[in-house]
């Protein structure tokens, strides 16, 4: 049965509050999965004992608002990372290696599934199947790179998928031929690569949901208390309705639905039509669109061509129909998420949204990922209302000498204009962060260690990257927590005051102060979600 919001008082905390308040106030009462009173220990000690609440002494650590990752697929990676992690292995050997160990160790029948898989092993050859074949003979192998943007798969996969030459997309997506026309097994973007994936047996519906109920909780347990899906789904919203109505349901949700490029006016009108779907802990009214791919792979897009001649092409065949989706569902009341890798994606999807109509009382809509800026999209951004959504932790796969795939395409001097996150803060545009799990790792701790130290966390040797572009503290952590918040106008979320949800992360450290290299290993004491602890450390 679905749970009621919890009580619960916390004492001897210290707060804070993201309210820009001064307060002497050490504890916490939550009622029904609010915040009732915030005061001294003392008074919310008698006030929990008149009402028989739990009181929990925290001794000292630190209590913020409830940490939100802006861009996560938690549905998306309960399916990807049930697979074989790829990641590190930057040799085909390795690769080899581990597929021919873990081709052992499954039955007859079962397919083998990779994810994390880095672009560097294949940068001499090309992404290509026949290259991993022998390591699983027979078996059909189905891997996704790290970044969600390119599936390869063996003979085996591609006939089970009937893959057998190039089809047409309505969006970018492509299947790889080599010169006589043969798929060489790299399949780029979700609608090619997705053809493999949907043939793959698939988990039964209870092995799915529990799956789903599992991830959050491995969210919860480092301190994250919610997070917008940037992929949902029919089935992701039915998923959580179940886990609700089961008590199973730990994490507080904008469920963002996917649009596909060829989706129709008719997909438009039936998504905007249950755009009110809401529970206790989610809500849906939230749209997701590309604009363009990553730079990895040459499709993103760009104001100038990359090193090798791509970046040059946008997402959608048609991008005035782009903008007529785009203003369709702004129309219907709906918060838009748009991705947009390239510098140029970024300005045209800019150019779209300052041709939309003012909305009273409804928040403005963002623009995913923002990984190459030049200066004049930094100024398009400024007083355009648009929430930038970025996740510095993705420069981890970039290499102080610029070989990484990602460098060699934008070049050295045009790879100094990524992540320019305090330049879009300057900028007077609301900046949040997230993680875009299971591309980078979900833990906030990590994701604000990069934010602030533009390196490996814990490294003293690693190279900064843009050392000008570094957060604060409290700017990590705001972009966490209270302006995630304003961007999806939420004003009792991401503060602690009187009337917010009772979303919580305690720390056993104060994430602000604490040196951004140790931040990671800050313990998280409790993770609490309406009132209810979900996660105790």
């Known amino acids: 049965m679905e749970h009621s919001g919890g009580d619960l008082a916390l004492i001897g905390a210290t707060l804070r509050s993201n309210t820009g308040e001064t307060t002497d106030a050490t504890a916490i009462l939550i009622r029904a999965g609010r915040i009732e009173l915030v005061g001294t220990d003392a008074e919310i000690a008698d006030a929990a004992a008149q009402f028989a609440i739990p009181t929990r002494d925290l001794g000292g650590a630190t209590v913020t608002p409830g940490l939100f990752d802006s861009h996560t697929h938690p549905h998306w990676a309960a399916s990807v990372t049930a697979g074989l992690d790829l990641g590190g292995l930057e040799t085909i050997d390795e690769l080899r290696a581990a597929l021919a160990a873990e081709h052992a160790r499954l039955p007859d029948g079962a397919w083998l599934r990779g994810w994390n898989l880095e672009y560097e092993a294949f940068e001499h050859t090309g992404l290509r199947g026949d290259l991993l ?37 309505d969006d970018a997506s492509e299947i790889v031929v080599d010169e006589a026309g043969a798929p060489t097994g790299e399949l780029r973007e979700p609608t090619a690569y997705n053809l493999v994936f949907d043939a793959a047996p698939q988990p039964p519906h209870d092995e799915e949901r529990d799956g789903l109920r599992d991830m959050f909780r491995r969210l919860a347990a480092v301190g994250l208390t919610g997070g917008a899906i940037m992929d949902g789904k029919d089935a992701t919203v039915e998923l959580l309705e179940e886990l609700e109505e089961r008590g199973e349901l730990d994490h507080r949700l904008t469920v963002h639905h996917w649009h596909a490029v060829g989706d129709t006016d008719a997909d438009v009108a039936r998504v905007v039509s249950e755009k009110d779907g809401a529970g206790r802990l989610w809500q849906t009214g939230a749209i997701k669109l590309f604009s363009d791919g990553v730079i990895d792979t040459g499709t993103a897009w760009l104001h100038e061509p990359d090193s090798c001649g791509d970046g040059r092409a946008a997402f959608w065949p048609s991008w005035e129909r782009y903008g007529d989706v785009v203003r369709a569902y702004h129309d219907a009341g709906m918060l838009i998420a748009t991705h947009a890798v390239g510098d140029f994606a970024v300005s045209r999807v800019l150019d779209v949204y300052a041709t939309l109509p003012a909305r009273d009382g409804l928040p403005f809509h963002s623009i995913e990922h923002l990984e190459v800026l030049s200066d004049a999209d930094v100024e398009q951004l400024r007083g355009s209302g648009v929430t930038a959504s970025m996740q510095p932790l993705h420069m981890q796969w970039r290499s102080s000498d610029h070989s990484d795939s990602w460098a060699k395409r934008l070049g050295e001097d045009r790879s100094h204009t990524g992540y320019r996150v305090r330049d879009v803060l300057d900028a007077g545009a609301r900046l949040v962060l997230g993680s875009d799990w299971p591309v980078a790792q979900y833990d906030p701790r990590v994701g604000m260690a990069w934010a602030r130290g533009r390196h490996t966390p814990g490294d003293a040797s690693a190279n900064v990257f843009e050392p000008s572009q570094r957060l604060s503290g409290e700017e990590a952590l705001l972009a966490y927590t209270l302006w995630p918040a304003q961007a999806r106008g939420h004003a009792d979320r991401g503060v602690i005051a009187i009337g917010a949800v009772g979303d919580l992360t305690v720390w056993g450290a104060d994430p602000v102060t604490t040196d951004a290299d140790a931040l990671p290993e800050v313990p998280i004491v409790l993770t609490v979600v309406d009132g209810r602890i979900v996660h105790e450390g």
Do not use: M
């Open 133 to 169: 074949a022998d390591a699983a003979p027979g078996r059909p192998v189905a891997l996704i790179c790290y970044d969600l943007h390119t599936g390869l798969a063996t003979a085996p996969a591609l006939e089970a998928a009937g893959i057998t030459g190039v089809r047409v997309f």
